[in-house]
C-alpha cells in the first residue's frame, strides 16, 4: 500500500544550489499534483499534470519546473534555489475523469534555502 | 475560476463544545466536487469527506456533519461534542469537473483544549 510516495523528507539546500523533489505513485492515476505550504498557511498549487506529457502552471509555478514522462512519476524541479521557496511541498495524485474521488497526498518534503 | 474561501483562521473552543467550521466556493461549472481534508499537528493530510455537486444531501459520520447547500455555494464542517485529538488544520477544496485544478482555501486552525 504505498500511495504516493515523496523523497526525500528533509532538505536543506544553499541558495543558488539546484535540486529534485521526487515523487511516484502506484494507483495509476492520472492526474498530479504539487503544492507548497508555507509556515501558518495553506496549500498554493505549483504545477500540476493531467497525464503522461502534459503539465500545466498552477498558481505559483515561478522558479519551478515539472516533467511527466510516466503515469507514475512527476518530478519537481528547483533551479536556483532562494529563501522565498522554504516551504513543505506536497505531492498528490486523484483519479481524474468521471470518478473524480478525493486526492491521495504524499508525506511531504519539509525544504530549507539557506 | 474557482475559488474556495474559508474565512475563520482559528477557532479555539472548550472540549465537548459543537464548532462549525464555514467553507464558501466560487465556481462556474454546473458539475463539480468538494472535499474536505484534515491536517493534524503531525503534517499529513487525511481526507474526511467528498461531496459532488448533484448530491445535496447532508452527510453524519460519527462527531462528524457536513452541510451543503448549493443556495449559498456554502460546505461546512461540523464537529459535535469536540475533542482534544481534533485539534488540527482543516481545509476545504473544490475541483470543477470542467477545470482539472484542486483548488484549497486557506484552511482554520481548531484548538480544543480540555
Given amino acids: ?114 | 475560476a474557482q475559488k474556495v474561501t474559508q474565512a475563520q483562521t482559528e477557532i479555539s473552543v472548550v472540549e465537548k463544545e459543537d464548532v462549525t467550521l464555514d467553507c464558501v466556493y466560487e465556481t462556474r461549472d454546473t458539475t463539480y466536487y468538494l472535499f474536505w481534508y484534515k491536517q493534524p499537528p503531525s503534517g499529513e493530510l487525511v481526507f474526511l469527506i467528498r461531496r459532488n455537486s448533484f448530491d445535496e444531501q447532508n452527510e453524519i459520520s460519527g462527531r462528524y456533519s457536513w452541510n451543503f447547500q448549493k443556495s449559498t455555494s456554502s460546505f461546512n464542517f461540523t464537529i459535535t461534542a469536540s475533542q482534544v485529538v481534533d485539534s488540527a488544520v482543516y481545509f476545504c477544496a473544490l475541483k470543477s469537473t470542467g477545470f482539472q485544478k484542486l483548488v484549497f482555501g486557506t484552511g482554520t486552525r481548531l484548538l480544543v483544549s480540555p
Wanted: hydrophobic share 30%; glycine share 10%; with cysteine.
Fill in chain 1, 1 to 114: 500500500n504505498a500511495g504516493v510516495t515523496q523523497t526525500p523528507k528533509f532538505r536543506i539546500l544553499k541558495i543558488g544550489q539546484s535540486m529534485t523533489l521526487q515523487c511516484t505513485q502506484d494507483m495509476n492515476h492520472n492526474y498530479m499534483y504539487w503544492y507548497r505550504q508555507d509556515p501558518g498557511m495553506g496549500l498554493k498549487l505549483i504545477y500540476y499534470s493531467v497525464g503522461a506529457g502534459i503539465t500545466d502552471k498552477g498558481e505559483v509555478p515561478n522558479g519551478y519546473n515539472v516533467s511527466r514522462s510516466t503515469t507514475e512519476d512527476f518530478p519537481l524541479r528547483l533551479e536556483l534555489a532562494a529563501p522565498s521557496q522554504t516551504s513543505v511541498y506536497f505531492c498528490a495524485s486523484s483519479p481524474g475523469g468521471p470518478t473524480n474521488t478525493e486526492a491521495f497526498f504524499g508525506q511531504g518534503t519539509r525544504l530549507t534555502v539557506v
